[in-house]
């Protein structure tokens, strides 16, 4: 079973539409992120998230909103899309305790807006 | 704030050589410190962390890497690449005390020929 898993692994869309990429992770992990990679392979943390509750927001465009249902899964929408938001957008998982900051990451959705 | 530098950003060697990874990093707090890698199409896998202890960590494949707090550094090495090691590789930060946020450098890309 993957570990993180995220859904669509490919994305194509056309500039002001609206899309979601959904991610779940089997790990009984409290900590849930997404980061996104841009074409210089870049990794930028956008969002955390723990226990369902936001702790991390950084200087992202109000048009992302990331959702919560539960522990184990954090999707993220997308607002009129732009051609600047074309990368690669992670999602990962950690748990607070133990291996604090270790990571585990999903395989990536690659997102082409044109 | 945190920020990694990765002074390389391409580094191509001989199969069976040795090899290192440059990584600087820059902090006002105690820091952790990850090595990443990211075979191609693939999301990120831990390949070692220092978090406290022995200055020299090892870990997966071969890999080590040695924590300078003098000289803020944290190079990975390896005496001995194979073809398979072919990869982007990641340097991160992350506060000890606070959220759990990686801050990444910018990569490098480790190209093995035979």
């Known amino acids: 079973d993957t570990a993180v898993s995220q859904t669509p692994k490919y994305l194509v869309t056309q500039m002001g539409n609206d899309k979601s990429i959904k991610c779940e992770q089997n790990?009984?992990?409290?900590?849930m992120y997404w980061y996104k990679q841009d074409s210089k392979k870049f990794l930028k943390i956008m969002f955390s998230y723990n226990n369902k509750e936001l702790i991390i927001n950084e200087t992202v465009p109000n048009r992302f909103s990331p959702k919560s249902p539960d522990k184990a899964h954090l999707n993220l929408h997308i607002n009129s899309l732009e051609l600047g938001d074309s990368a690669v957008y992670f999602c990962?998982?950690?748990?607070?305790?133990?291996?604090?900051?270790?990571?585990?990451f999903g395989s990536g959705t690659q997102l082409s807006v044109l | 704030a945190q920020s990694v530098t990765q002074l390389d950003s391409q580094v191509p060697v001989f199969e069976e050589a040795p090899v290192e990874l440059r990584c600087n990093y820059s902090?006002?707090?105690?820091?952790?410190l990850f090595w990443y890698v990211q075979y191609p199409n693939q999301g990120l896998q831990l390949l070692l962390k220092y978090l406290s202890g022995s200055t020299l960590v090892k870990g997966i494949n071969g890999f080590e890497a040695e924590f300078n707090k003098s000289q803020t550094s944290f190079h990975l090495r390896k005496p001995s690449v194979h073809i398979s090691d072919t990869a982007e590789y990641f340097c991160a930060v992350s506060e000890i005390q606070g959220a759990q946020k990686l801050v990444f450098g910018q990569g490098t890309r480790l190209t093995i020929n035979p």
């Open positions: 790990l009984g992990h409290d900590t």
């Open positions: 990962a998982s950690s748990q607070t305790q133990g291996a604090r900051v270790k990571l585990f």
């Open positions: 902090s006002s707090v105690s820091v952790y």
